[in-house]
């Protein structure tokens, strides 16, 4: 059974570095099938693609975004880390982690349940 | 950038049809996902590439895309269908993933 689990601040204030982690479990990271991407959902807004992790570490990231962020994995730790610099209140949000299973898929098949990052000014 | 449109709402009654369009620029040589988001949950896949159905969700939920628009169909609606539904493409030109912006189903 594959899950998904979000963790990190619930609250953080504008310019600091967010850093959130998400623990998969049913699957492994190193599995050449696997990758997974970080989404985002501002309150009552829609679905924004941030980032993903290939198997083999290739990275890709939301073009208007990359100057801020950086996504790596633990593959023994089972954990995929995504970190924001300069956050700001805009970057409240709802943070998802997604499974894509497949070498040609695009398809977020698995997600976590999301965890809620308030940025205060 | 790539982008996708979607109607902001749709209504439809109970046992109607709900049609949901996903709209982009030749959008049919892409493969569109489709996933479902009531209040409070994470969003749950319901069609892939174009058609597709995982495991799980209902036949009465279909897809497909031609042209500039892609489908989203929900045959014999129920009051648990009421959610929000996104489109999503990769746009590979750009190495890009790509969310609609969502349509709100209301059952009346």
């Known amino acids: 059974q594959v899950t998904l689990k979000e963790s990190g601040p619930v609250l953080v204030k504008a310019t600091e570095t967010l850093t959130l982690t998400c623990t998969v479990s049913g699957f492994s990271l190193s599995d050449p099938r696997m990758s997974v991407s970080w989404i985002r959902q501002p309150p009552g807004k829609a679905l924004q693609w941030l980032a993903l992790?290939?198997?083999?570490?290739?990275?890709s990231y939301n073009t208007s975004m990359k100057s801020r962020l950086t996504i790596s994995k633990d593959t023994s730790k089972s954990q995929v880390v995504l970190t924001m610099i300069n956050v700001d209140p805009v970057d409240t949000a709802t943070y998802y982690c997604?499974?894509?299973?497949?070498?040609?898929?695009?398809?977020?098949?698995?997600w976590g349940q999301g965890t809620l990052v308030t940025v205060s000014s | 950038s790539y982008v996708l449109t979607q109607p902001p709402s749709v209504s439809v009654a109970p046992g109607q049809t709900a049609r949901i369009t996903c709209g982009g620029n030749?959008?049919?040589?892409?493969?569109v996902h489709w996933y479902q988001q009531k209040p409070g949950q994470a969003p749950v896949l319901v069609v892939y590439d174009d058609s597709d159905r995982p495991s799980g969700i209902p036949e009465r939920f279909s897809g497909s895309n031609s042209g500039n628009a892609a489908t989203l169909t929900v045959s014999r609606v129920e009051a648990g269908d009421e959610a929000d539904y996104y489109c999503?493409?990769?746009?590979?030109?750009?190495?890009?993933?790509?969310f609609g912006p969502g349509t709100e189903v209301t059952v009346l």
């Open positions: 030749n959008i049919e040589s892409k493969s």
């Open positions: 999503q493409v990769w746009d590979g030109s750009r190495d890009q993933y790509v």
């Open positions: 997604a499974q894509i299973e497949g070498e040609m898929s695009t398809t977020f098949e698995f």
């Open positions: 992790i290939s198997s083999k570490g290739e990275k």
